[in-house]
């Protein structure tokens, strides 16, 4: 890519080039060769295996739980229920006093005879076999107190409260002008109101603990995103120091945010081992996570657009009622982008939440924007066809010189370039803006884009990294990586930075014995941990130039040119040059040691001075059987602006994973909540649906040059969610300009267009 | 998941016979949907008879120039098999429709017609149903009743049969062989195998305790171009929301004969006889087809979250036949 704005003041110490090049995944031969240990296949002498009973009614109270027979089962060794389970704090108020809170909270298992919602644990079996609990938890006899319940998220609108804030700390509520007026006087207007379902995460790998006691310190191999979380979690559930907690989480098998909190596999692992004085291993069924390992909440949504004839907007509404828990807040920031994304004098945003008796939900894959841009971006789309604009041009009349209600400078944004670009990429000029008119054979086809915006977020991070006297370098964080690709990007940066070969860097994550990080995230792994290992690595070279030269030792002794350079395992100081290895040999031979961290970015003056995003477009074409009404893509592109790409392979994945949850979301993502028991009816993977292969078309990903020296030192900015953010607006904006119907009831199946669908002749 | 005790079968009769000696004991073969329901607690046997390696796993040919088709056949094998590819395509279609290539792998021909229903409150121990446990109720009937059966339900159930493969051998018009603990065989039409849920929707086959499928037989391919079709929520890998197996004749302009199974409507797979009563004679027309879908639902119910099924059913019918007649 040409078009944009190429880097300025790339760092002098990026010249080798690694950073951003496509390498393979370090740890992918470890993957398919099974050599990577995930948490439940770590084996430890003496390991009993944990099966967790969940509720079967939604709410109440336990009036009896008979657990005499799963005692006297073969080969069990303990039945925990709210009656013997060790004294845990109590659960606490809905709302934390601050935003970590939410992390770091004391989270009981079996500590009351309430239910709270279905399937929330009421015992754990622990046997010598996994088979045996789970033969034995069959056995436990539990008679409820049921109470009626509230399922229904549009029944109890009138419960509709405002949060004190949304989810990551931003304000329920923003507002500027008067929108009602500008609405009421808007010569063009779309008031749509949209409903998004619950979702589930369901990564490959379930939640899994093995807990291990050793006196009194507690190693917790997990499944985790957020190694600090965990343990800050589990110490004030156990009541312990967090000291005395280790999390290990090497490798992961998907998060997508539901691994950012410890879980019940994780507290009763640790609680059962305490008891018994032997490791314990627990699994969340693939069924159990639907209940205990959150969710996307399921959420009305009421758009407004006022615009002049020329499709100036004058006023943009965005309006949210998400389903919540009754006992633990949990607000996704659904309407916070369009507080950002198009240009308007009067505008309003605001998140309710109706408490319900379900689980909490939680954070899933681009909180936010993920439900909030379908609606949005659908909203856009019918504004452009009420005003018979094209939706690029709509959008780049409406594209702000700054952020329209921060009034700061973006620090880059490529929207616009994104948008055009696609468009000459995807032909969108063969789009027929008339919906339902392009049919080839029985199959109507359809052309349509969104635009995705993602905040750019940094978490305080520290990394370590030390250099020994053949020039290896070890870097320890206690990051994660998820699949994402943490591994081979941090490896890049640290063998950018140092000027040595791929193979002479080692990184180690997934320990809490590591300096801390913010974990897997809000897309801000990758920038946050990276720059800690960035300014890390730069202090380890400060380190080794000193010594080189002060020391007498030194072949660089007494250089005093200002410009030094790592490049090609050689140390550079003006004129005079030496080989790192020979050079550490001759004046450190214990080697060098350095440490790196970044501040939280919101705590930053470029933070506060520059409103920081990603940005990018995304295309698809679907084609709609005429006969039957079944939705197929044939082919999506995204065009993304997310500044610096560090490993153009690792980020290509992330994105195309993204569209992938930008299919699912349009077409057929959605747990069943039953308004009478309070379950999710479709909690397993035959009946959630989510795209397998067939499902999924040729993609292409573009990313634009971009180099945000606002963001952080390496001029990255956060891309894993990015992919998903528009992309299930533009699909759905696909099947309108195929159809002609406009659904605001996510999924899109067919039973929503079919009726509208023209018969033909055959 | 309870504990079982295990053995292999070294003949049907004596597989048979192990059966028959408890009633707590079960058939499995390739355990694609047994073993997911025992790990749930819903199907709770106390002896598994394993009938996997027992040597009914050949196609042959019949003397009226069918095949007859063993039950251990995998499915894998039976939609590879070039003889049924080439006289049967609707068969191959519909297996290679349903499941995926691990669980086609592993699934038999016997245990495909018995699989058991998709009802997500079937599959949830804490929920009425009464295919599960008599008596208790039917919670889809006023819940999430998406996927549920618009035809033959009952008040006391309104599941579907999820087999694909069933619907192509049900307009196929298939014979399925038992044999019993005494080693007496029987032949049943498949037509008449899967029962109506009615009253007692836990009884599914007019098979005893015991009776074991030895084999489908497939009579002659009847004259006329076969077509299966499987409308679904995603492109692979999910249950039919609705199917349709044709099969149409011409004679000139005109149909001579139909036959016309369904799948995804009823509690097993659905022949709609009052379609191809319609068809039959009648000029091969967009009027006829659709004449012959309005027959074949005639007597639907939706229960809410179904009822798109009924629409759905007839378009997709009236496309299928019109595709059937397209190169007969």
């Known amino acids: 890519m040409t078009e944009t704005k190429t880097s300025e003041n790339r760092p002098s110490e990026t010249h080798t080039g690694v950073i951003g090049r496509p390498i393979d995944r370090i740890d992918g031969p470890l993957k398919v060769t099974g050599g990577a240990t995930y948490a439940y296949e770590n084996a430890l002498e003496g390991a009993a295996y944990g099966y967790i009973l969940g509720a079967a009614v939604a709410k109440g109270r336990i009036a009896e739980i008979d657990t005499a027979e799963a005692e006297r089962a073969p080969a069990v060794l303990l039945v925990m229920t709210h009656r013997n389970a060790p004294a845990q704090p109590d659960f606490g108020p809905a709302v934390t006093p601050t935003v970590p809170e939410v992390f770091t909270r004391a989270r009981p298992a079996l500590n009351s005879e309430r239910v709270r919602y279905y399937d929330e644990p009421v015992a754990l079996v622990v046997a010598e076999t996994f088979e045996a609990a789970r033969a034995a938890a069959g056995f436990i006899k539990v008679r409820y107190d049921e109470e009626p319940g509230l399922y229904d998220l549009p029944g109890h609108m009138a419960d509709a409260y405002a949060p004190k804030r949304t989810n990551a700390g931003f304000e329920t509520d923003s507002m500027i002008g008067d929108f009602e007026s500008a609405f009421a006087a808007a010569p063009v207007k779309i008031d749509a109101t949209y409903r998004t379902p619950f979702e589930h995460h369901n990564p490959m790998e379930p939640h899994a603990t093995l807990a291990a006691w050793s006196g009194n310190e507690l190693t917790i191999h997990t499944s985790a995103q957020t190694l600090a979380n965990f343990r800050a979690g589990i110490a004030s559930t156990l009541r312990i120091p967090p000291e005395r907690v280790r999390i290990v989480s090497p490798f992961i098998g998907g998060g997508f945010g539901s691994k950012l909190i410890a879980h019940s596999d994780t507290i009763l692992a640790a609680l059962a081992a305490q008891v018994l004085q032997r490791p314990v291993k627990i699994a969340l069924t693939r069924q159990q996570m639907f209940a205990n390992a959150g969710h996307r909440a399921e959420m009305i949504q009421q758009v407004r657009f006022g615009a002049d004839a020329d499709g100036r907007l004058t006023g943009i509404a965005h309006d949210v009622w998400s389903a919540a828990s009754s006992f633990e807040e949990y607000c996704e920031q659904t309407a916070v982008f369009a507080r950002s994304l198009y240009v308007a004098p009067n505008r309003v945003t605001r998140h309710r939440l109706v408490p319900l008796d379900i689980n909490r939900g939680e954070w899933m894959r681009s909180p936010g924007e993920a439900p909030g841009m379908l609606a949005f971006e659908c909203a856009m789309d019918e504004l452009a066809d009420r005003l018979g604009l094209d939706p690029i041009e709509l959008r780049i009349r409406n594209e702000p010189a700054q952020d329209p209600e921060r009034g700061v400078p973006f620090s880059t944004r490529n929207l616009v370039a994104c948008m055009k670009e696609g468009a000459r990429r995807f032909g969108w000029e063969r789009r027929n803006p008339t919906p339902g008119r392009t049919r080839e054979g029985r199959k109507l086809i359809g052309y349509g884009m969104a635009a995705a915006i993602r905040p750019n977020y940094i978490g305080a991070a520290t990394a370590q990294v030390a250099v020994d006297r053949d020039a290896r370098v070890t870097a320890r964080l206690d990051m994660t990586d998820i699949g994402t690709g943490s591994y081979t990007i941090l490896t890049q940066i640290a063998a950018d930075s140092l000027g040595l070969p791929i193979s002479s860097i080692k990184v180690e994550l997934g320990d809490s014995r590591f300096p801390r990080t913010a974990g897997s995230g809000g897309s801000w792994g990758a920038a946050s941990a990276g720059s800690a290992l960035h300014n890390a690595c730069n202090a380890l070279k400060q380190r080794i130039l000193k010594a080189a030269q002060s020391s007498e030792a030194s072949p660089l002794h007494g250089a005093s040119a200002t410009e030094a350079s790592f490049a090609n395992s050689e140390v550079r100081i003006g004129q005079r040059s030496a080989g790192l290895a020979d050079l550490i040999r001759r004046i450190a031979p214990d080697g060098f040691e350095a440490e790196g961290s970044v501040a939280a970015g919101a705590t930053t003056e470029s933070y506060k001075a520059y409103s920081q995003h990603s940005y990018g477009a995304h295309f698809a074409e679907v084609a709609v059987d005429c006969d039957t009404g079944e939705i197929r893509m044939r082919r999506m592109l995204a065009v993304m602006g997310a500044g610096r790409i560090l490993n153009a392979k690792t980020a290509r994945s992330q994105i195309i994973g993204g569209m992938t949850w930008g299919i699912g979301a349009a077409l057929m993502e959605q747990t069943v909540l039953d308004r009478r028991y309070g379950h999710f009816v479709n909690h397993d993977l035959a009946e959630y649906h989510v795209p397998i292969n067939g499902d999924v078309p040729e993609m292409e990903v573009v990313f634009l040059e971009e180099h945000d020296d606002k963001a952080n030192p390496l001029g990255a900015k956060g891309l894993g969610e990015l992919g998903v953010c528009g992309a299930g607006a533009a699909v759905a904006n696909a099947v309108y300009n195929a159809t002609g119907v406009r659904v605001r009831e996510f999924p899109i199946t067919l039973d929503k267009v079919l009726p509208a669908l023209p018969v033909i002749a055959i | ?328």
Request: with cysteine; net charge positive.
């Open chain 2, 1 to 328: 998941m309870q504990s079982f005790t295990y053995e292999r079968a070294a003949s049907a009769e004596q597989a048979a016979a192990a059966v028959a000696a408890r009633p707590d004991a079960k058939f499995i073969s390739g355990g694609t949907n047994l073993l997911d329901l025992m790990k749930l607690d819903i199907e709770r046997p106390a002896h598994l008879v394993d009938i996997s390696r027992l040597p009914l796993d050949r196609i042959e040919e019949t003397a009226e120039g069918g095949l007859r088709v063993g039950a251990q056949v995998r499915n894998s094998d039976l939609a590879a098999d070039p003889r049924v590819r080439s006289r049967y395509p609707m068969l191959t279609q519909a297996l290679l429709a349903g499941a995926s290539g691990q669980i086609r792998n592993k699934a038999s021909t016997s245990g495909n017609l018995l699989q058991r229903t998709r009802c997500p409150y079937f599959y949830d121990r804490n929920m009425p149903c009464n295919k599960r446990e008599p008596g208790s109720g039917c919670a889809a009937l006023q819940g999430f009743n998406r996927m549920h059966a618009v035809l033959g339900a009952s008040k006391a159930c309104i599941a579907v049969h999820p087999s694909d493969m069933a619907v192509a051998m049900a307009g196929l018009d298939a014979r399925i062989e038992t044999i019993s603990p005494g080693g007496e065989t029987r032949t049943i039409p498949i037509g008449d195998f899967h029962q109506l849920p009615e009253a007692m929707p836990h009884v599914e086959t007019v098979l005893g305790h015991g009776e074991m499928i030895a084999a489908v037989t497939l009579p002659p391919p009847p004259a006329g171009r076969q077509v299966y079709r499987k409308v679904r929520d995603r492109a692979s890998y999910a249950f039919a929301l609705v199917s349709v197996a044709a099969i149409v004749e011409k004679s000139g302009d005109r149909i001579r004969s139909a036959r016309i199974a369904m799948g995804g409507v009823a509690a097993k797979p659905w022949r709609a006889t009052e379609a191809e009563r319609t068809l039959a004679g009648a000029a091969a027309s967009d009027g006829a087809f659709t004449d012959a879908a309005e027959a074949a639902l005639a007597g639907a119910v939706g229960h809410g979250g179904n009822d798109f099924k009924i629409p759905l059913a007839k378009r997709t019918m009236r496309h299928t036949l019109a595709a059937a007649v397209e190169s007969a």
